[in-house]
């Protein structure tokens, strides 16, 4: 596998005041959205998934006026589809209105992602797309390092999804996720949730450790993110007013600030813990 080196790295042992700011303002302003995340459809019942973690901590996105990761890079179009926006934030919201139009009108993946190549900033930014119908467009932005996007269908189903990342310590762990979605049994949220957890094992964000600042009071043996979430959505959920802003199935958001001192400071391990405790509380329910 081939490192991919970042030097905007604040895994730092001993870090007080001023240069913990620092670190903080450098993740903001170079990457607010650098991520890795799996976009996952079932054609069958309509149902639209996001997995999707970064090493940004949560004071980050507050900064921007974010409630977290979700605000700051998804579209949700329950029943028609979603989209990630990596890299660059998007401050405006323009890139994310686009996608959130073209899909309530069914347009093809693939036209809306020439549209947004025609944005000031596509050079610096990373896009995936899928729609219910498996459909997709996917980019990788040729100014950030350690992107990669993988595209893959379950066999005998209509489940299909999109795998993609940037800010990398191995591009190929895109493809170990793709592998997990695949191989993996279950709901298409728990495959997401396994392939995000994949990329993790294999190295995820180049940026974060246990070490990595703010530090959570909790258990820390292995880390590579500061926040992860999971959306699940249905048919027939209300989409919102704008891109993200919709009543969804189900959200959950784990960040370094929500941590508990008794979950695990590795948010993708307390995210599977906590979909685990909402899929026992829920009994039989599907969850797709």
């Known amino acids: 596998m081939v490192a991919v080196k970042s030097s905007k790295h604040c895994s730092v042992g001993h870090i007080i005041g001023g240069v913990v700011a620092a670190c903080l303002l450098l993740l903001d302003a170079h990457s607010s959205s650098a991520a890795w995340s799996v976009l996952a459809v079932d054609g069958s019942s309509g149902a639209t998934v996001i997995a999707s973690a970064s090493c940004v901590p949560q004071e980050a996105f507050d900064r921007i006026g974010a409630a977290g990761l979700l605000q700051v890079e998804a579209v949700v179009v329950p029943g028609k589809g979603v989209a990630v926006i990596h890299g660059t934030a998007d401050r405006t919201n323009r890139d994310k209105a686009l996608v959130f139009d073209q899909l309530k009108a069914s347009s093809d993946p693939s036209d809306i992602g020439r549209l947004l190549m025609q944005s000031n900033a596509a050079s610096e930014r990373q896009y995936s797309i899928l729609d219910v119908q ?18 893959g269908r379950v066999p005998l189903t209509q489940s299909s999804f999109v795998g993609s990342g940037n800010l990398l310590r191995y591009t190929e762990s895109i493809a170990q996720g793709a592998t997990a979605f695949v191989s993996g049994n279950g709901s298409i949220s728990y495959r997401a949730l396994s392939a995000i957890a994949a990329v993790d094992v294999a190295g995820g964000d180049s940026r974060c450790s246990c070490q990595s600042v ?28 704008a891109y993200n802003d919709g009543h969804y199935r189900l959200f959950l958001y784990v960040s370094n600030a929500n941590i508990g001192q008794d979950e695990d400071a590795n948010p993708i391990t307390t995210l599977r813990h906590r979909y685990d405790a909402w899929k026992h509380s829920h009994g039989d329910v599907a969850d797709y």
């Not at 498996?134 to 595209?151: K, M, P, T, V």
């Open 214 to 241: 703010p530090r959570s009071a909790a258990p820390c043996l292995v880390k590579h993110a500061q926040v992860a979430y999971l959306m699940i959505a249905d048919r027939e959920d209300p989409a919102g007013n």
């Open 134 to 151: 498996g459909r997709h467009s996917s980019a990788d932005s040729s100014q950030i390092g350690g992107s990669r996007s993988e595209y």
